[in-house]
């Protein structure tokens, strides 16, 4: 593996021919070469794209810049790129969210992903901090966001971290309520403006400014939903389960677990209330799915969702804020009558296979092929998770792991991931009492 460096015009950001996508707010990126382009991933400078070749050696891509959302013009250029360093290893961070419980246990874990043996190498803990369920990280890689006292009644909130990349420490910044009891989904744009977060239990979204110093102000919106749906034990009333901004973070999309729709709400961030009702204001989906989780292709003209009570995968084709759904697969592997309990689903960054996770009697990783043309799926197979209730996993920014939490059996497992096949092999395992929530970031 090589390390390159190369120039990129500021202020745009480029669309390379295939949909790969760089995201240049800065005048220089750093590109890892392989041998081939096999996709896009986030990392603390921005979005890098992923190549593989061997250098020195020249690529013509077609790209079209984007600007204020604009297709402005298409240019074919060449770069020249210059292996400056064959001896910079990649880091790839691994933070994991818990059900801790009690604030004297760890709750945040710091691990750094070893890229070449598939294992993990525990870093840090944060400890002090109640049930941080899910978490992300800011686009730029400095913060670490998480939802806090989740499943805890009466409570709530959102909390920042500051992330040292050196030391692999965070410490605590700040937190704000999360205006509604059980945070489970947080969010933050490209712009690191904005901090967006679901409530499950009382079927909200809360929006907050993000400042400079990366601490969360007091909510700068505040939206409630009524709604129900078939199923009376699970969707008695609106339960949001995620917040998912589109490709172009002009739009949010908000599964409603308990109303068997997708809501969807126009996002601007200049805006000192960046969320509007968008028309339609919600996707119906099948009575009593329950859709969960929501990801959107990398080529942003199809997306997925999870539905967690149905156990199925609904596949859609998306253009400027509007869904058509194009199908709907089982992700079990008997679809016989039975109280279903899907979770959490990613497309590879390659954007060939689409994985998702079915806790309950199968704890497992369904693996579906996806059709480049038309975005339709079929299921190839299924990986165990050798652990118990896999409420959340992750694809490393190259794609070559996929890695799940698994509450109940309190675990986090690593897979090595068959960039041809799509097919899962186990690689690594570390203890993490109550293990909720991956993300995996390239510094």
């Known amino acids: 593996m090589y390390t390159h460096h190369f120039l990129v015009s500021k202020g745009y950001d480029l669309w390379f021919h295939g949909n790969i996508i760089i995201d240049s707010n800065e005048s220089i990126k750093e590109l890892r070469i392989l041998k081939k382009i096999i996709g896009t991933s986030s990392t603390a400078n921005g979005t890098i794209a992923i190549f593989e ?21 298409r240019i074919i250029f060449s770069f020249t790129l210059l292996c400056i360093s064959c001896s910079i290893k990649a880091q790839e961070y691994v933070f994991a ?48 966001y998480a939802c806090t006292e989740a499943h805890t009644a009466g409570m709530g909130s959102v909390s ?12 605590f910044v700040n937190k704000q309520s999360s205006n509604g009891e059980n945070p489970v989904y947080v969010t933050t744009d490209r712009s690191n403006h904005w901090l967006i977060n679901a409530n499950y239990t009382e079927g909200s979204v809360s929006v907050y400014h993000l400042l400079a110093d990366g601490s969360i102000a007091p909510a700068s919106q505040i939206i409630a939903f009524d709604g129900s749906s078939i199923n009376k034990e699970r969707q008695d009333a609106a339960h949001i389960h995620a917040a998912v901004l589109s490709p172009l973070e002009d739009h949010v999309f908000l599964p409603d677990l308990g109303s068997d729709v997708i809501r969807h709400y126009k996002f601007n961030n200049q805006s000192a209330r960046p969320l509007t009702e968008a028309q339609p204001s919600s996707l ?16 942003g003209k199809y997306c ?14 998306y253009m400027d804020g509007s869904f058509t759904c194009i199908q709907r697969v089982a992700s ?24 998702a996770s079915n806790r309950g009697d199968e704890n497992n990783i369904a693996i579906y092929k996806i059709e480049e043309k038309t975005g339709l799926v079929k299921l190839i197979g299924h990986q165990s998770t050798t652990g118990d209730h896999p409420r959340i996993f992750a694809l490393s920014p190259s794609g070559k792991y996929l890695i799940v939490a ?31 929530c991956i993300h995996i970031v390239y510094y």
Not at 112 to 126: A, E, Q, R, Y
Not at 333 to 347: L, R
Request: proline share 5%; net charge positive.
């Open 160 to 171: 920042s971290y500051v992330f040292d990349k050196v030391t692999g420490k965070l410490t």
């Open 284 to 299: 119906p989906t099948m009575p009593g799915s329950g859709p969960r989780h929501f990801t959107f292709h990398p080529d």
């Open 406 to 436: 698994n509450q109940i059996s309190g675990d986090i497992v690593v897979f090595r991931r068959n960039i041809k096949t799509g097919m899962l092999s186990k690689t690594g395992k570390e203890k993490v009492e109550g293990a909720s």
């Open 304 to 317: 997925y969702c999870i539905e967690e009570l149905a156990g199925y995968v609904s596949a859609y084709r």
């Open 332 to 355: 079990h592997k008997h679809n016989a009558a039975k109280e279903h309990s899907s979770a959490d689903i990613h497309v590879s960054p390659d954007g060939r296979f689409l994985y």
């Open 53 to 73: 070749a061997n250098p020195p050696f020249k690529l013509k891509l077609s790209v079209r810049i984007l600007h204020n959302r604009l297709w402005l013009k």
């Open 97 to 144: 969210g818990s059900y801790n419980w009690d604030k004297d246990k760890p709750g945040i874990y710091v691990f750094k992903l070893d890229t070449v043996t598939g294992t993990l190498k525990h870093i840090s803990t944060v400890d002090s901090v109640l049930n941080p369920g899910y978490l992300t990280v800011s686009a730029n890689g400095k913060y670490v």
